[in-house]
């Protein structure tokens, strides 16, 4: 009877894998997505998606030169092959990336929500799944920072859910908001089925001071800090390679972790910084 047993520990070991993740401020089209690829992250969030009053969801441009694209409406994707097969490719090949996560604001999700609602015959909901076949997407995170709305935010949830998508969040206040989310997102849920299964917590800017520890009491759920690395637009919160170590390693100590990340690509190029060097420390400290 013994060979059994062989699956549940090896199912538990894959859940049980460490998070070493960043997100990509930076246009996908012209980031060095090889980096990326084989710098030791195994989850990539890209920034900077949103939906319009129509349920049309768009990848904003923050980088000088590239221009917002419209990704789906009316049920299909059409932000065109290259970027798909571009954002496709983060996954396949020579890549340590096994999720790929969306990252959001929280703007027309209470109208759309209300007005048709979350159904399944829906614009927003045809565009979400068809934007998740075209990608290849796992995930969609919440980078709320605004709005706030539990009751939309839920429905919104729970129609990714039955997407396919899991549910990220990426708080850097509001704690007691983003416990009411999870809990009722993950009601009655086993713990391999959670629907909200993770929290990047901002630990820079606005969440300067926030304690990983103290969040995952609070939440009753592990977290991954992340951290901004060294840049010019907000200076006094970039972080060396080597201080993050010493940040990520401190709060494993006190305890444990769901591994680590970093905001954002678009800084590691534009300061010549080495991402080998940040996605090491993430390797070490979270193997
Ligand atoms: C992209 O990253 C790879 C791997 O780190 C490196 O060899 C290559 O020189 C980089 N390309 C550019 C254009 O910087
Ligand atoms: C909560 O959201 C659901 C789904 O969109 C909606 O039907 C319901 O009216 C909302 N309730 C409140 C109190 O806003
Ligand atoms: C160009 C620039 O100002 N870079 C700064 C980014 O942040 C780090 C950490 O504070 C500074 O050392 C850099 O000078």
């Given amino acids: 009877?013994?060979?059994?047993?062989?699956?549940?520990?090896?199912?538990?070991?894959?859940?049980?894998?460490?998070?070493?993740?960043?997100?990509?401020?930076?246009?996908v089209m012209k980031s060095n997505t090889t980096a990326l690829k084989t710098s030791g992250f195994n989850t990539l969030i890209m920034f900077g998606v949103?939906?319009?009053?129509?349920?049309?969801?768009?990848?904003?441009?923050?980088?000088p030169g590239s221009q917002d694209v419209r990704i789906a409406s009316?049920?299909?994707?059409?932000?065109?092959?290259?970027?798909?097969?571009k954002v496709r490719s983060l996954k396949t090949g020579d890549?340590?990336?096994?999720?790929?996560e969306i990252s959001m604001n929280a703007q027309?999700?209470?109208n759309l929500m209300t007005t048709p609602g979350p159904g399944s015959e829906t614009p927003l909901y045809r565009n979400f799944q068809a934007l998740k076949e075209a990608w290849a997407l796992d995930a969609v995170n919440n980078?709320?920072?605004?709005?706030?709305?539990?009751?939309?935010?839920v429905a919104f949830g729970r129609m990714l859910g039955r997407i396919g998508y899991k549910y990220t969040i990426a708080p850097y206040t509001n704690a007691q908001f983003w416990l009411n989310m999870k809990?009722?997102?993950?009601?009655?849920?086993?713990?391999?089925?959670?629907?909200?299964?993770?929290?990047?917590?901002?630990?820079?800017?606005?969440?300067?001071?926030?304690?990983?520890?103290?969040?995952?009491?609070?939440?009753?759920?592990?977290?991954?800090?992340?951290?901004?690395?060294?840049?010019?637009?907000?200076?006094?919160?970039?972080?060396?390679?080597?201080?993050?170590?010493?940040?990520?390693?401190?709060?494993?100590?006190?305890?444990?972790?769901a591994g680590g990340g970093y905001w954002n690509d678009y800084d590691i190029e534009k300061m010549g910084l080495s991402y080998r060097d940040y996605g090491n420390v993430l390797s070490s400290v979270f193997p």
């Fill in 95 to 100: 890549t340590g990336v096994t999720r790929l």
């Fill in 108 to 110: 027309n999700v209470k």
């Fill in 183 to 257: 809990n009722q997102l993950n009601q009655g849920l086993r713990e391999q089925d959670l629907l909200l299964d993770r929290v990047y917590l901002q630990c820079y800017d606005g969440g300067a001071n926030n304690n990983p520890p103290g969040w995952q009491t609070f939440l009753g759920m592990k977290v991954v800090p992340l951290i901004w690395v060294i840049n010019d637009s907000k200076p006094v919160y970039g972080v060396t390679a080597a201080q993050a170590r010493t940040r990520f390693t401190q709060w494993h100590q006190q305890s444990a972790l």
């Fill in 50 to 63: 949103g939906i319009l009053g129509n349920g049309d969801i768009m990848y904003y441009s923050n980088t």
């Fill in 74 to 85: 009316g049920g299909a994707y059409v932000g065109g092959d290259a970027l798909a097969q």
């Fill in 143 to 153: 980078d709320d920072e605004s709005i706030y709305d539990l009751n939309s935010s």
């Fill in 1 to 27: 009877m013994r060979p059994l047993l062989l699956f549940p520990i090896i199912y538990h070991l894959a859940l049980a894998a460490n998070i070493r993740s960043i997100f990509l401020f930076k246009d």
